[in-house]
């Protein structure tokens, strides 16, 4: 006989998502997202031209070239930056020390450009700032393009206007290697500054997934998760020939804490039947938020009598808990419907069990555990 068809209650509004998410639909470039990671870059960017500032000193030294120790003191100018254009610093500060500092490495880039030549290759390091302008916050589009403009004309002018050789003494061979080492080091900067954002966009995507798949309440799986989770037991437990077995647990008589309580009161009780649930399963089992009071626990390895006994030992656990708010709460019951996946049937199928058992045991009385049947009898009525 099939199972009956079941018509789900539609889960009350969740307490703790009655309030719509803000600005969800906005699609903006400055956002105080955008704003931290960009402050984190340019702080990322100072300490890249700190290195590049001595790899250059240690190089002009060895080729006896006096510049080093300017170089040196373009390095040390950068250093307090690093701290000025930390996240904590307020908008102003940042803002006056990210000028001061563009404009340090812009004189130095031309200074280097005007001594050493076309040829050396210092100017192509402007490129460089083109992907942290196009990132910026805050300054608008219009001011991106107009600082991008800016710096592409001093590109081009560095380029076409300087000599080939400078002012510098040193061999075409050299001044080749310094080349090399510019465009080396341009290419390191840009692709640090891909790896980074890579970074920055795996980890947002992690977050953004969490999100999207776990309950803001009480932080367990939310039902799209759960029921993903539901599909891969059931394709395993078929594949390896193991049961598994499905708890529906509903909290009895939840309408009327809300009502006599306030719904900051229900959420407390839910966060806490949460927690419980947590700590009475196993590490391979899974548990989900299925709607308003009602929870969804997948037990792997878990035959129908042994999923009994878990369900019972959480229907004591629940009504053995204290008084939760100043011992305002009436005491606290659940009811648990229990069934086990039969063979070569449907997970939906055993949900539905489940489901039909939960309601046996709501109708019978509330506060038990109802096992499943292998094939569900007739539709009880629901309250």
């Known amino acids: 006989m099939p199972s009956p068809r079941v018509?789900?209650?539609?889960?009350?509004?969740?307490?703790?998502?009655?309030?719509?998410?803000?600005?969800?639909?906005?699609?903006?470039?400055?956002?105080?997202?955008?704003?931290?990671?960009?402050?984190?870059?340019?702080?990322?960017?100072?300490?890249?031209?700190?290195?590049?500032?001595?790899?250059?000193?240690?190089?002009?030294?060895?080729?006896?070239?006096?510049?080093?120790?300017?170089?040196?003191?373009?390095?040390?100018?950068?250093?307090?930056?690093?701290?000025?254009?930390?996240?904590?610093?307020?908008?102003?500060?940042?803002?006056?020390?990210?000028?001061g500092f563009v404009c340090i490495i812009d004189a130095a880039v031309v200074y280097f450009a005007l001594h050493f030549g076309r040829e050396a290759g210092f100017h192509f390091l402007?490129?460089?700032?083109?992907?942290?302008?196009?990132?910026?916050?805050?300054?608008?589009?219009?001011?991106?393009?107009?600082?991008?403009?800016?710096?592409?004309?001093?590109?081009?002018y560095l380029d076409k206007q300087i000599s080939v050789q400078g002012m510098t003494t040193l061999s075409p061979y050299l001044i080749s290697v310094l080349r090399a080492i510019n465009l080396g080091v341009l290419a390191c900067l840009l692709a640090g500054l891909v790896m980074h954002y890579f970074r920055i966009a795996t980890g947002l995507q992690y977050e953004l997934e969490q999100h999207a798949s776990t309950d803001a309440l009480t932080g367990l799986a939310n039902r799209r998760r759960i029921q993903a989770a539901t599909l891969e037991a059931a394709s395993d437990s078929r594949r390896h020939g193991y049961p598994l077995s499905l708890l529906l647990f509903d909290l009895d008589h939840f309408k009327r804490i809300n009502d006599s309580y306030g719904h900051a009161s229900?959420?407390?009780?839910?966060?806490?039947?949460?927690?419980?649930?947590?700590?009475?399963?196993?590490?391979?089992?899974?548990?989900?938020?299925?709607?308003?009071?009602?929870?969804?626990?997948?037990?792997?390895?878990?035959?129908?009598?042994?999923?009994?006994?878990?369900?019972?030992?959480?229907?004591?656990?629940?009504l053995n808990l204290p008084p939760l708010v100043g011992g305002k709460f009436l005491t606290l019951s659940a009811t648990l419907g229990v069934a086990t996946m039969l063979p070569a049937e449907p997970v939906e199928e055993t949900l539905a069990r489940a489901d039909f058992a939960l309601y046996e045991g709501k109708y019978a009385g509330r506060n038990r555990v109802v096992a499943a049947e292998a094939t569900a009898p007739e539709q009880v009525p629901r309250h």
């Open 266 to 318: 229900g959420d407390a009780v839910l966060r806490h039947i949460a927690q419980i649930l947590q700590v009475e399963l196993r590490s391979a089992d899974r548990v989900g938020r299925w709607g308003g009071e009602e929870f969804l626990l997948l037990l792997p390895h878990t035959d129908l009598d042994s999923a009994r006994l878990v369900a019972e030992r959480i229907r004591q656990r629940v």
């Open 126 to 156: 402007l490129i460089s700032f083109f992907p942290f302008i196009a990132i910026s916050g805050r300054i608008g589009y219009t001011m991106k393009w107009l600082l991008m403009l800016l710096h592409a004309l001093l590109l081009v």
């Open 7 to 99: 018509t789900r209650r539609c889960p009350p509004q969740d307490n703790a998502n009655a309030v719509a998410d803000e600005a969800a639909g906005e699609h903006e470039s400055d956002t105080p997202f955008v704003r931290t990671i960009f402050r984190m870059m340019m702080q990322r960017a100072v300490l890249m031209a700190i290195a590049v500032g001595l790899i250059h000193s240690l190089v002009f030294l060895g080729l006896g070239e006096p510049v080093w120790q300017a170089t040196l003191i373009f390095t040390l100018a950068c250093l307090p930056f690093h701290s000025l254009l930390s996240a904590q610093r307020p908008f102003g500060v940042f803002c006056a020390s990210l000028f």
